[in-house]
């Protein structure tokens, strides 16, 4: 079934992804990068805590144990992060420039999946990976 493959799903997030740099970009104009990232922030709240009650999978916080807690909370300030950085970087350079160099976290995810979760990518993968970090630093270099 289509709802329950990985791929699927990866498809989506990249095309929500290269939507949000071009809405982004467009929304930003005469605005502060940081109110931007905050009004973002509180849409996807709002958004996602109606989609989450709608579908029938709200649980009271409480009953999530102390590492889940540790892990989320690290997850979502590291997110907060990444857009803050993301929304300046898309306010000082332009969408098909710093789009990609944000896709240099595919590389890091690699290497920490690696050094942290014992996810051992095949030289293929390996492979691919290394190509998309060529490709960001062909895209990074001064013409």
Known sequence: MIASNWFFWALGAAAFAALTAIFAKIGI???????????RTAVILVVLAAFVCAVGKW?????????????????????GASWVCYFRALKLGNAS???????????????????????????????????????VVVLALKR
């Open 29 to 39: 104009e005469g605005v502060d990068s940081d109110l931007a990232t905050l009004i």
């Open 97 to 135: 420039q710093v789009a990609p160099i944000d896709k240099l976290s595919l590389v890091l995810v690699a290497i920490f999946a690696f050094a942290f979760l014992d996810e051992r990518p095949s030289l293929r993968e390996w492979l691919g990976i290394a190509m998309v970090g060529a490709g």
């Open 59 to 79: 649980r009271d916080p409480r009953t999530l144990s102390a590492r889940t807690w540790v892990f989320l909370v690290l997850s979502g300030l590291a997110t």
